[in-house]
Structure formats: structure tokens, C-alpha cells
């Protein structure tokens, strides 16, 4: 049974950082690209960052510049979102989700297997 747990999130000031985990449990953690992805009240969700199985990233740089980094321990079986100089804007909920590939997604449905997501609230 694949399982996505999310943890680390929580209530930061602007300008700190966050790092979210995720572990994934039930299948074979390096075969399959990891996602991560936010959705904010009355927003649609949206795409942040993505991995491969073998270190292939791709992000939004639009939304993030530079801001996040994701990364993974497949030992650990575990993907990881480095928030780096959070602002209000970041609030959200953040999900991690795998791929139904080892290859990186950007697109909700490129993914089958979801979290269930972890509040981050940046506020003064």
C-alpha cells in the first residue's frame, strides 16, 4: 500500500525557513519521480518543484526563484522541500506526491499517489 506522509510544516515569520519531508512507504522509492506541490485558500493547486528518481529537478521559477530546493534521500525514502526566505505568500498547504513515473512532472495528473499535505503559514 503506497503511503505519503508530509511533516515539518508549521507557523514561521517572513524571511525564515522551512524544510517539509516527505516519506514514502509501499513501493519502490527510487523508481518513481517525487513532487511537491501548494494550494492556498480559495486557490487552485499549484506545481512547485519536481525530482526524478535518478536527481533531475525541474521548478517553477516564475513562482520560486531560487527560493526552494528539493531534494531526496532514496535511502531514506524520503523527498525533501528546502523553503528558504518564506513570505506571506508562501502560505499554504504543501502536498508531496509521487509520479506514476521515475521521470519529473509538472502536471497534477502526472502524479498517483498524494500526501495528505502539511499546513505552512508565514506570518509576522
Known amino acids: 500500500q503506497v503511503q505519503l506522509v508530509e511533516s515539518g510544516g508549521g507557523l514561521v515569520q517572513p524571511g525564515r525557513s522551512l524544510r517539509l519531508s516527505c516519506l514514502g512507504t509501499?513501493?519502490?522509492?527510487?523508481?518513481?519521480?517525487m513532487g511537491w506541490f501548494r494550494q492556498a485558500p480559495g486557490k487552485q493547486r499549484e506545481f512547485v518543484t519536481s525530482?526524478?528518481?535518478?536527481?533531475?529537478?525541474?521548478t517553477d521559477a516564475r513562482l520560486l526563484k531560487g527560493r526552494f530546493t528539493v531534494a531526496r534521500d532514496n535511502a531514506k525514502r524520503t523527498a525533501y522541500l528546502q523553503m528558504n526566505a518564506l513570505k506571506t505568500e508562501d502560505t499554504a498547504v504543501y502536498y508531496c506526491?509521487?509520479?506514476?513515473?521515475?521521470?519529473?512532472?509538472?502536471?497534477?495528473?502526472?502524479?498517483?499517489?498524494w500526501g495528505q499535505g502539511t499546513q505552512v503559514t508565514v506570518s509576522s
Open positions: 525530482m526524478s528518481g535518478t536527481g533531475y529537478t525541474t
Open positions: 506526491a509521487r509520479a506514476k513515473t521515475v521521470s519529473v512532472g509538472l502536471e497534477p495528473e502526472e502524479f498517483d499517489y
Open positions: 509501499g513501493f519502490i522509492f527510487g523508481d518513481y519521480a
